[in-house]
């Protein structure tokens, strides 16, 4: 029999499940019916009437980041975010308080749920937990305050502003801070149930001796482990930054001189619209950087990190590397697709897809 507890747990995640289902398909039909890029010649296309605050809106504003952000950032924290300017007036009156202020105060607050995380009691952890989704409502609310002062609409990355720089490396201490805090979980509890005794606890000194039981004991080490999650975070996140920067050049500026901007305009909808484009989208919207994190944190909020430490070691980069190659793939095919006026130019440009 489960426990009421477990069943409850269930019942929670199912109704999450089905809201960002039903939010993806409103976004899917709002995308599909109406205006994405300023003009078209889809005479079935019209402009958007949201029916609240078209900030407070999660699918009113149509962006590449905001078509692959997480489920729980970009239909919970992110509108929560918004919703908490609105009420507060953060943006218009708090002028003392920056953007990177905000992005400073959630790697304390990082720090703060790393803490609780090293700590041996389930309950605890979950608290560690709860203060990393504060951390990351935070990360929500400095890019909003940032867009709204700059007057700038949806989710978009100024990719090279000194914004961009310092949430980045804000991003990155907290996930270093979580990865620290579980590294010293494990070692603490090897010897705990939920498979952490497959993690033995071995001393520096016990891994520079020559004998093979060592270098076993090392590659399945919290240490050895944990350099692999903090591995496959890094490459998740570079990745989905260059493809949200790529492909946020390609479809939201006006990139080309040599067709008109309707015309633009329209290949830019098209791509929008597309199959493909909604695929990989999506795909990434599950495996972005903020999503592996959020399984993380739902590993240890379950009493689970095991489990999910052993996916690391080589499901999780391989799905990386395979959406990696059909986004380049998709970019590059895109790219000629938008940009070309006659084949000779499209072979050339197919040739320097990047130029």
């Known amino acids: 029999m489960y426990s009421s507890a477990f069943i409850s747990k269930m019942c929670l995640a199912f109704l999450f499940l089905l809201y960002f289902i039903g939010m993806d398909l409103l976004l899917y039909f709002r995308v599909q019916d109406y205006d994405v890029r300023p003009f078209v010649n889809d005479t079935r296309a019209s402009s958007y009437r949201s029916p609240i605050l078209c900030d407070l809106n999660p699918i009113c504003t149509v962006t590449v980041k905001a078509m692959t952000l997480d489920h729980p950032n970009h239909y919970v924290l992110s509108p929560l975010a918004s919703l908490v300017d609105y009420l507060l007036g953060i943006s218009r009156s708090w002028m003392w308080l920056t953007p990177n202020t905000i992005s400073v105060s959630h790697v304390a607050v990082a720090v703060i749920g790393a803490r609780y995380i090293t700590r041996s009691s389930l309950f605890y952890r979950r608290i560690g937990v709860i203060l990393f989704q504060v951390r990351a409502w935070l990360d929500d609310l400095d890019g909003h305050v940032a867009r709204m002062r700059l007057n700038v609409k949806g989710e978009r990355s100024d990719v090279g502003s000194i914004g961009y720089l310092v949430d980045g490396v804000c991003d990155g201490l907290g996930c270093i801070a979580l990865a620290v805090a579980v590294f010293f979980f494990l070692r603490r509890n090897s010897n705990h149930r939920a498979g952490y005794e497959l993690l033995p606890i071995r001393t520096l000194s016990s891994l520079s001796s020559h004998s093979s039981v060592s270098s076993i004991s090392f590659w399945k080490s919290p240490l050895y482990n944990m350099l692999m999650v903090g591995l496959h975070f890094s490459l998740t996140s570079i990745a989905w930054n260059r493809y949200i920067s790529v492909y946020q050049d390609l479809l939201e500026t006006d990139i080309s001189s040599t067709i008109s901007r309707e015309d633009l305009y329209d290949r830019q909808t098209v791509v929008f619209r597309s199959s493909s484009f909604w695929a990989i989208a999506l795909a990434w919207k599950i495996f972005n950087f903020h999503a592996m994190m959020d399984y993380f944190l739902l590993a240890i909020f379950l009493d689970r990190i095991w489990e999910y430490v052993r996916l690391a070691w080589w499901q999780l980069p391989t799905v990386l590397f395979l959406l990696i190659l059909i986004s380049e793939l998709h970019y ?20 320097f897809p990047n130029a």
């Open 332 to 351: 590059t095919y895109t790219y000629v697709e938008i940009l070309s006026v006659n084949e000779s130019l499209r072979s050339s440009l197919y040739a």
